[in-house]
């Protein structure tokens, strides 16, 4: 049996699909990394196995992105959400500090309700009361004067909301610019310059959970305490290379593989290429469902990861039978979140435009069956 | 090719040897994770796929160590030291709360340097000016009359020192008692409901780096404010099952196995009686080597995991031609931590009587051909 015929194609938002060619590779070499007789998760974080992993990591990373050299890459643990305490206990002086943040989701929310202990919250925008379906106008958005930064969350994965790469333009000159990229990072090309810092949980399209990438300006670094916890020390990070303590080796190898796999297909201009091609064709299918399908996201913000829509405007009923349909085609993972119920079809690097294509073969054939 | 053939003998300090039966399990199911068509990696930490791995992880771990119904586990991320923060920020009401160390070696010494921001510290004992050879006995021990909690450190990876189970019998009574058992857990049966909150990273007996395992006294969550952070916010990791953000689900897996692997084999009392067998072995066979070998730490501290020594005293010469003839055998990372220098052989659960033995036969040869 090949590996491809017992595969699910695996829509789900995250820990989500990884390449097939990944986890033949990591698979191959368990118990044997590269010939040295023992398992990539066995051998000492500052032994010469290791050194050379986390520097190709490193390195292949600022090559997709094209990192400039005054950033840094700090590999954490802790998830992207620990984030929402530590970016505010590294980058604030006092709880004092005003934090601007743009509330487009689950996620920038989160983040501005963990801040409060360590900022004042200054919401710029917060889209709740429009149940998160679209994002003001930035000509609307109410900036404090004197932020110590403005934080918002490029793709929500909940609500299915993705902002526009002009995002940073539209902030008051000068001001320090933290972006939340978990679930689009690596999915497209980002002008990095743009960021101040941005971080991404790694179980998306960048590897498995249980490592948080951090790019970081470097002049950033002078910002941090000693008394801020090692966990989320910024700079204790940077002096020692991640590597102040035990990381998460095992995690951070996979990252590496799935960058020499993006490297491989072509880089993030291809899978840039590739995301809209499966969100667009999905999309224009719902949207030509004749209300079958919905997807109620103002079109300027809908996400090329996270496609979230309801059958005949919230039928749970039909929504759970397709659901088990699709199981039967080895379409999983696809129910929305449980905040927000519905469906969610999350289209992350690993999922193909054929997979898609099937996706959306299914949604053609259980509409026909189940249409008044 | 047998996997046994080409596997190391790798007595490294951590992460260490991982059993080659556990290994083969991950390998086997890594793209395929119990027939439901995608890997560990790739389930969702809300499923009813790694719903099943964490309780059944969690109920082993009951199982082994025998814990009391009154004790919650909590996996966490960050690493065991970055409990040097989140201990203190959690126990303690404010930072004029007092906190007695027992500093025995390098972590008991990190715990100690890291908790002054969140916490007054005493030293109850501090080994240090004897280079972390002995513990003065538990009569000279200085506590504080008013200590929010006790902590100590059972193990000491990097000086090979290891206290005795009766530790805290030692203590004021009522007190709190907090132990890092990073480097010895479940190497041997513990008595539980001696301690308030055991804690320790996988990466040496109970799986790979990336998780960290805290075992506390429900009663004492209680004393979580909200302003801790997530990634260490005991109360609301008990509340959430580990779930309140995702897990590091890969890593979960891999203790499961292990723990499985420790059922399988005879549970934690045979755990304990072969590393009483490595460990006595190595020792005898040292100090019946006429100071060629030579191990500094007082015989009633002496680490069943880390045996530290040098050779001759101390000729770096010899002990470095000593770890390059080792890897002719097989043998692999014995090298001392730089910190200390020398040598030091880690007898993790994964390491067999046998392996030690085949050490034995390398250090006698070695000897015979080296000694003037």
């Known amino acids: 049996m090949s590996h ?4 699910a194609i695996n829509f789900g938002a995250g820990p989500g699909c990884i390449p097939d060619s990944v986890l033949l590779e990591a698979q191959k070499e368990l118990l044997n990394f590269q010939g040295c007789g023992k398992s990539i998760m066995e051998v000492s974080h500052r032994g010469k196995e290791f050194e050379k ?13 094209s990192i400039p050299d005054d950033y840094d890459i700090l590999f954490l643990q802790g998830g992207a959400s620990s984030l929402f305490s530590g970016i505010p206990m590294n980058l604030c002086e006092s709880p004092n500090d005003v934090v601007d943040f743009i509330v487009t989701g689950a996620w920038s929310k989160g983040a501005s309700t963990d801040g409060k202990y360590f900022c004042k ?13 679209t994002v003001t106008d930035p000509s609307q958005w109410k900036f404090s004067p004197d932020s110590t930064y403005i934080h918002y969350c490029d793709n929500e994965t909940v609500h299915g909301v993705e902002m526009p790469p002009s995002t940073p333009d539209h902030f ?7 972006c939340d990229m978990s679930s689009n990072f690596l999915s497209k090309p980002v002008n990095v310059s743009k960021y101040d810092l941005i971080f991404a949980g790694a179980q998306k399209n960048a590897g498995i959970s249980g490592i948080t990438i951090v790019i970081i300006k470097k002049s950033l670094l002078t910002k941090t305490k000693p008394s801020v916890p090692s966990v989320f020390n910024f700079l204790k990070k940077s002096q020692n290379n991640s590597l102040d303590n035990t990381p998460p080796t095992f995690n951070i190898y996979i990252t590496g593989l799935v960058l020499k796999w993006i490297i491989k297909e072509g880089g993030l201009e291809e899978m840039e290429r590739r995301s809209i091609e499966k969100s667009s064709n999905l999309y224009k299918f719902i949207d030509g469902s004749n209300g079958f399908y919905r997807c109620g996201i103002d079109a300027k913000y809908r996400s090329r990861m996270n496609v979230v829509f309801r059958i005949q405007d919230g039928n749970e009923q039909l929504e759970e039978k397709f659901v088990k349909e699709a199981s039967k085609h080895n379409i999983t993972d696809i129910k929305g979140h449980r905040s927000v119920g519905g469906l969610r079809v999350s289209l992350y690097n690993a999922i193909t435009v054929d997979q898609t294509k099937k996706l959306i073969e299914f949604m053609t054939s259980f509409m026909n069956e189940n249409k008044q």
Chains 1, 2 share one sequence.
């Open 4 to 7: 491809q015929e017992f595969r």
């Open 53 to 65: 992993v986390i520097q190709e990591t490193k390195s292949n990373l600022i090559k997709v992105l």
């Open 121 to 133: 919250v200054n919401k710029v925008a917060d889209m709740e009361p429009e149940k998160f379906l």
């Open 172 to 178: 008051p000159e000068g001001r320090i610019v933290v």
